[in-house]
């Protein structure tokens, strides 16, 4: 069955919204990207780290990010139950919602097989689990909403501390929000061992305060 002209008229131009969000939404260019603070690392999921800039800021660090990416140092390795917390606070608006937060067991980090499990939330209040392994991501809690999370306010800004631990049950990891666990699992489900860092999703534009790993 044919449609009508009008009927595809119309479907066409809802549809040219979506497809010009799509087409719009590329890494962004960052100026003065490229460099990091002594001591951090930095690997993105596709593009190089030329429009990465994270800059030490205040008493924390600053992203301003083309690329998703993770950021981390080697001496923040975690080999007994632990505790890794960071503030995050989301400056702008991205053009949807993307994540950031912490991720937990990293390994090989520099190579095709890496490794980790990573907690972030958005400004819509949500928060996700996941888990990387090499090129593959599974997601191990999609998307959910949690009254614990922040939501951004009109201007884009919100604020957040996440938390990822094992060290007051070392037989439960459990991923908290400002304070409130929000999931939880088994420990021994997942190689918690390993490098803590940071891990924000493309072209958002964070704060990050008082990262630190207890063990």
Same mark, same amino acid.
């Given at each position: 069955? *044919?449609?009508? /002209? ?26 003065? $990207? ?21 800059? +030490? ?15 981390? *140092? ?18 702008? +608006? ?11 067991? $990293?390994?090989?980090? !520099? $190579? ?6 990573? /907690?972030?939330?958005?400004? !819509? ?5 996941? *888990? *990387? ?8 809690? !999609? ?31 459990? /991923? ?10 088994? +420990?021994?489900?997942? !190689? ?24």
């Amino acid at each position: 069955m *044919r449609l009508p /002209f009008v009927v595809l008229a119309v479907l066409a131009a809802a549809a040219a919204p979506l497809a010009a969000q799509q087409h719009d939404d590329h890494d962004m260019s960052v100026a003065g $990207g490229g460099t990091l603070p002594a001591g951090w690392s930095a690997r993105t999921d596709q593009s190089s780290a030329k429009n990465v800039k994270f800059v +030490a800021m205040g008493t924390g660090f600053h992203a301003t990010l083309g690329p998703a990416v993770i950021l981390y *140092r080697k001496t923040d390795k975690v080999t007994k139950p632990f505790h890794t917390l960071a503030t995050f606070t989301q400056t702008k +608006a991205p053009m949807h919602p993307e994540g950031y937060g912490l991720f937990v067991g $990293g390994n090989a980090l !520099d $190579g095709k097989a890496q490794r980790y499990v990573y /907690f972030l939330v958005r400004g !819509d209040g949500k928060y996700l689990v996941k *888990r *990387r392994d090499g090129a593959k991501t599974t997601t191990i809690q !999609d998307w959910t909403e949690s009254p614990a999370v922040n939501k951004a306010d009109s201007s884009g800004k919100a604020t957040n501390k996440l938390e990822v631990a094992n060290k007051v049950d070392p037989s439960k990891l459990t /991923f908290g929000v400002n304070g409130q666990e929000v999931w939880s699992a088994p +420990a021994k489900d997942y !190689d918690w061992k390993g490098t803590v860092g940071l891990r924000i999703n493309h072209n958002l534009d964070v704060h990050v305060d008082g990262f630190a790993l207890h063990q």
